[in-house]
């Protein structure tokens, strides 16, 4: 187990007239190696959430452990903490600064204290397992893409090598391709690190994509978690929430209503044709 959020309940100003409930007794476990979908609407809680899981925010009432240990007892390191839960923030391009991608992505590890040689094989590291080519190394970040800019942003965590990492909407403002790109980039990093990941996203499709399990946030609290096709079993209440089920499972939703015989349980393109075949009689 890597983190434990345990009644974690999150109030913005609090004691005053605009005082307002962002998160409300929020408990679950994430496990090491997972790839986890947060998944809710806007102001549904997920920002407010992930900025827990590295000690950007403070919970108002609860905690949270990583490996055993609530990351707000007072002598806990939150240094040290955010080498081990890396947080990559909506459009973290914003946050590009250095006169060339390289020495970007090699600011993390320098701040943590490593040598110039560690940080720079760190940072070489970091951009190949974003899709970052060598021509790019020595460019200036803002001469590059949105997706690029985007990759070069998450390497900059990556080359921390955080054993979770957090990102909150990372396909925001990309387009169809740039966005699955990014999100089998991810994948492969997960594979090639085993470290845990945990996607913030409003897109049903991405999650059931990706995700091993998905977490679903209504109004501050979790409303689901489990596995993705479980999840999408309560297709009524999702919509109701705003959120859907992906198109695919929509589609088989569709088809059985119309008084075909065919599973909802299928999150992919493959598995709708072999349920419509099995259903014409051609499996």
Known sequence: MSILVNHLTYKYNPGTPMESVALNDVSFEIGDGEFIGLIGHTGSGKSTLVQHLNGI????????????????????????????????????????????????????????????????????????LVGIEDDFFYQSPFDLSGGQKRRVAIAGVLAMEPDVLVLDEPTAGLDPRGRD???????????????????????????????????????????????????FRHYDKLKEMGLGVPEITGAMYRLRAAGFNVSTDVITVDDAVNEIMAAMGHA
């Open 57 to 128: 925010l403070k919970p108002t009432e609860g905690s949270v452990y990583y490996n055993g240990r609530d990351v707000f007892d007072g002598d806990y390191d939150l240094k040290e903490l955010r080498s081990h839960v890396g947080l990559v923030f909506q459009y973290p391009e914003h946050q590009l600064f250095e006169s060339d991608v390289f020495k970007d992505v090699c600011f993390g590890p320098l701040n943590l204290g490593l040598s110039k040689k560690e940080a720079e094989l760190r940072a070489y590291k970091a951009l190949k």
């Open 181 to 231: 790109d990014l999100l089998d980039s991810l994948k492969t990093v997960q594979a090639e690190t085993g470290c845990t990941v945990v996607l913030v996203s409003h897109s049903m499709e991405d999650v059931a994509r990706y995700a091993d399990r998905i977490l679903v946030m209504n109004n501050g609290t979790i409303v689901y978690d489990d596995k993705p096709v479980s999840v």
